[in-house]
């Protein structure tokens, strides 16, 4: 090893270690905070409807030891078998911290699984799986096994966990499926772009392959089929489940796929390894970011994300072997039926929330709106031009601004969501002889967050995560107040449909 590569691997060393030493000050004070929903959890030791109309010790032993779980029911009154809060994988802490997912522990004794685990935004012990079953195995019995549902849940690879406060089993669990949902490191602790040898990268994405060999090896405990695995996700969620698409090391995990809103070819999924190493570096020093650079554009607030890595990063354990643009191109994945799509106005959500700095960034520096893929240099002529005629494609001669917005909203949706997705949806008819479907989600009504969050102006269409509450029950809403010939309970009704007909398929 040469002097400077010396030095090199020693300032990488203190870099791993003063990040190390900030997130262990940041978790040390959000240890009191707790989601609002966990206050709410109450153990219970027996798996009974409230009433006591079910009585059953509902316990099933793992590799790992025995669980006991509790009983739940779905929106009309279904009883199912829930088991909270597993661990799948060792705890992602000390020695373990930036390091691919460790084999799940064991235990003695009946462990408890009646509520879920700390998600990831708020510990590092975050690596937990929910099951929720409609049925036990009989005995020996594997013909009467399920297909099995598994969720990845959104957030932009920074927030968000598989909690049933958001993710809810009520609708699904009435169409004789099994469902799964689980956490997976985010931020810089799923997703450092360090490459180190002490530094794994795509920790959370990995995570969530571990997840799913943990379902290969105990679902049908459960009463799940682990040959009828459809895999489905949104948003950050929809990418990650492409991820697992595309990568060699997930062959034989799941036999179906949908993605929701998300692609991998979206400009805010991917960052190339230069920059993901800037990042990095940029974590140790700051600990933070600034909004001072108006060149800066629109994308750069999602730090961590998913990049390509090599052997010696990952110690072996390789995710990502290439970009995801170059896998597509070769056609080397998994070849699985597949359905991806997108809600009609997907950037309703991000226009509702601008600063007005942003604005006047979008009316004064229209380039720095222009997508990473493009590969244009802001200032340039070539950027210059390519910014003055897609400004001019949706605005004319126009000022950006709330008379206008319907422009924004189609701009949005277009470079963040839907030139992605088509052009994924391209790769995969040219490589693909499996089955291949494209949805649009357009009804907005009282289940959608456009209308619980009263977006300040009228725009018709879904945005971004108004189809989640018709395929998942939350505990925002009380279901009784919905008819079950109101639109909302219809659309319900068709998207579950849809969905789980695919998983049985």
């Known amino acids: 090893m040469s002097d400077s590569e010396g030095m090199e691997n020693h ?28 206050m709410v959890q109450r153990l219970q030791s027996a798996c009974r409807l409230s009433g ?27 009883a199912f078998y829930s088991f909270q809060g597993i661990p799948y994988a060792q705890p992602p802490v000390g020695d373990l911290r930036f390091k691919a997912p460790r084999g799940a522990p064991s235990w003695e004794g009946v462990k408890d699984a009646s509520s879920v685990g700390s ?27 399920l297909p099995v549902m598994v969720w990845i849940h959104g957030g932009g690879f920074n927030v968000g ?9 009520g609708f699904l669990l009435e169409k004789e499926i099994l469902l799964v949902t689980f956490n997976y490191r985010l931020g810089a602790l799923g997703f450092l772009g360090l490459s180190h040898s002490e530094v794994s990268l795509n920790n959370g994405l990995k995570d969530q ?23 489905f996700g949104e948003s950050a969620g929809g990418v990650s489940v492409e991820y697992q698409l595309i990568s060699p090391s997930t062959s034989g995990l799941f036999q179906r796929a949908i993605s929701g ?35 800066r554009r629109s994308s750069d607030g999602l730090a961590f994300l998913p990049t390509v890595e090599d052997e010696t990063g990952s ?31 997907e950037g309703k959500a991000w226009v509702a929330h601008m600063p007005p700095v942003l604005w006047d960034q979008l009316n004064n520096n229209f380039e720095s709106f222009l997508p990473y893929d493009l590969n244009l240099t802001i200032g340039t002529n070539e950027s210059q031009q390519v910014a003055a005629l897609v400004r001019k494609f949706y605005f004319g001669n126009e000022t950006a601004s709330l008379a206008t917005i319907e422009h924004l909203v189609n701009l949005v949706t277009d470079s963040w969501f839907l030139h992605g997705i088509h052009r994924t ?36 269409g879904a945005g971004h995560g108004d189809d989640l509450n018709y395929l998942f029950t939350t505990t925002y809403f009380n279901y009784t107040e919905f008819e079950s010939n109101s639109t909302e309970m219809k659309t319900v009704r068709r998207m579950v449909t849809l969905w789980t007909n695919f998983a049985k398929s």
């Open 11 to 38: 300032e990488s060393s203190l870099l791993i270690q003063a990040i190390a030493n900030a997130i262990n000050a940041l978790r040390n004070e959000l240890i009191d905070m707790q989601w609002e929903h966990a």
């Open 52 to 78: 006591g109309i079910l009585n059953s010790i509902c316990e099933i032993e793992l590799s790992q030891g025995i669980i006991q779980g509790k009983v739940g029911s779905t929106v009309s009154g279904v």
């Open 119 to 145: 998600s990831c935004s708020m510990s590092e012990d975050c690596l937990y799986i929910n099951v929720y079953s409609p049925q036990l195995p009989n005995g020996n019995e594997t013909n009467s096994l």
């Open 161 to 169: 966990s598989g909690s049933p406060s958001l993710y809810g089993p």
């Open 209 to 231: 392959r571990a997840a799913l060999r943990w379902i290969q090896q105990n679902i049908d405990r459960f009463g799940g089929d682990p040959a009828r695995v459809t895999l």
């Open 261 to 295: 809103s998300g692609s991998v070819l979206n400009p805010w999924a991917y960052v190339d390894p230069a920059s993901a190493q800037t990042r990095a570096r940029q974590l140790a020093q700051l600990l933070g970011c600034t909004a001072e650079d108006n060149n």
């Open 315 to 345: 110690g072996g354990d390789v995710f990502l072997p290439a970009t995801p643009l170059e896998i597509l191109k070769s056609g080397n994945f998994n070849h699985v039926p597949y359905i991806t799509g997108f809600c009609s106005a």
């Open 425 to 460: 949806v391209k790769f995969l008819q040219r490589h693909n002889s499996t089955p291949l479907y494209v949805y649009q989600f357009s009804y907005e009504g009282r289940l959608s967050y456009s209308y619980i969050f009263q977006y300040n102006y009228a725009f018709p």
